[in-house]
Structures are given as structure tokens and as C-alpha cells.
Nanobody, 117 residues
Framework: QVQLVESGGGLVQAGGSLRLSCTAS????????MGWYRQAPGKQRELVAR???????NYAESVRGRFIISRDNAKNTVYLQMNSLKPEDTAVYYC???????????WGQGTQVTVSS
């Protein structure tokens, strides 16, 4: 079973920055299938950014140009650098490993990001 452990959330003022980390362990996993989602109160969970098999990335339009997803393969870790944060970025951020031939979809426990105005 794959475990995804997030860290790095917190409270920040609008315009500030935060970096989230997600480390995978256990089972069989692929960094190429990992990414970040978020869920704000009363809203559906939505894609923020993720890797796509083959090395490319996909970003939500609302974060493009402000957030950057990156990886450290040696540490089995995916990062989300969040810059120019806005109050509307406030949400619980979840690390995700998509389902594939070797296993089901996995989610981390989530980390709260709160942006004050």
C-alpha cells in the first residue's frame, strides 16, 4: 500500500508564498502519476497541478504562472511551490497518486492552507 505524507501547509498573508511537500513510500508508485488537488469549504475537490506520464505537467488555469510543481526522484517527493497566494487559494491541499496498472488511486491526509487578506 502506498502512503502519501504531506507537509508545509499553514497560514500566510495574501501575496505570500508556501511550499508543500508530499513524500511517497510503500508499495509500487510512480512520481509521474502524482500531483496536487485542493478542496475549499463547500466546494468540490479540484486539480491544482500534476505530473503526466512522459514528463509533462498540467496546471489548473487559476494557478498557472503562480504555482510550480516539481519533484525529487531520489527522495520520492513532489513539491508544490505556491507564490502570489490569494485568499481564494484557501483550501485543504491533497497529494494524489493516480490509479494505474499496478494499483489503485491513493490520497494523502491533506494539509490546510489558509491565505488571509
Amino acid at each position: 500500500q502506498v502512503q502519501l505524507v504531506e507537509s508545509g501547509g499553514g497560514l500566510v498573508q495574501a501575496g505570500g508564498s508556501l511550499r508543500l511537500s508530499c513524500t511517497a513510500s510503500g508499495g509500487i508508485f510512480s512520481i509521474d502519476r502524482m500531483g496536487w488537488y485542493r478542496q475549499a469549504p463547500g466546494k468540490q475537490r479540484e486539480l491544482v497541478a500534476r505530473f503526466i506520464p512522459g514528463g509533462s505537467t498540467n496546471y489548473a488555469e487559476s494557478v498557472r504562472g503562480r504555482f510550480i510543481i516539481s519533484r525529487d526522484n531520489a527522495k520520492n517527493t513532489v513539491y508544490l511551490q505556491m507564490n502570489s497566494l490569494k485568499p481564494e487559494d484557501t483550501a485543504v491541499y491533497y497529494c494524489n497518486h493516480g490509479n494505474w496498472a499496478y494499483g489503485p488511486e491513493y490520497w494523502g491526509q491533506g494539509t490546510q492552507v489558509t491565505v488571509s487578506s
